[in-house]
């Protein structure tokens, strides 16, 4: 299995980016995003089920990220907007069998592409 991050890049608060992550090696039920900003834990971010009926997305980026999958492939999206310089983290994606509420216990993960916001 393997998930490779790719999009992240400097931005200044106010823009846009787009991350991407392609998956492949086995069929999954769901995905997710998370960050960690320098200092701190891996947070949540968002997470979809694969067919995309149920997202879920933390307090903090409600409303300005949204997170997707391309129709015809394997690459998972995080679309993020009006960016704040309190985004700046390492953005991981995360992928595992099934769907689940919990927003702990993805079993196969990216490595990070890193997001910077300046002010």
């Known amino acids: 299995v393997q998930l490779q991050a790719s999009g992240g890049g400097l931005v200044r608060a106010g823009g846009s980016l787009k991350l991407s992550c392609a998956a492949s090696g086995r069929t999954f039920g769901s995905y997710a995003w998370f960050r960690q900003a320098p200092g701190k834990e891996r947070d949540f971010v968002a997470a979809s089920s694969w067919r995309g009926e149920k997202k879920d997305y933390a307090d903090s980026v409600k409303g300005r990220f949204k997170i997707g999958r391309g129709n015809t492939d394997n690459t998972l999206y995080l679309q993020m907007a009006s960016l704040k310089p309190e985004d700046t983290a390492l953005y991981f994606c995360?992928?595992?069998?099934?769907?689940?509420?919990?927003?702990?216990?993805?079993?196969?993960w990216g490595q990070g592409t890193l997001v910077t916001v300046s002010s």
């Open positions: 995360a992928a595992r069998a099934e769907w689940s509420p919990r927003r702990d216990d993805y079993i196969y």
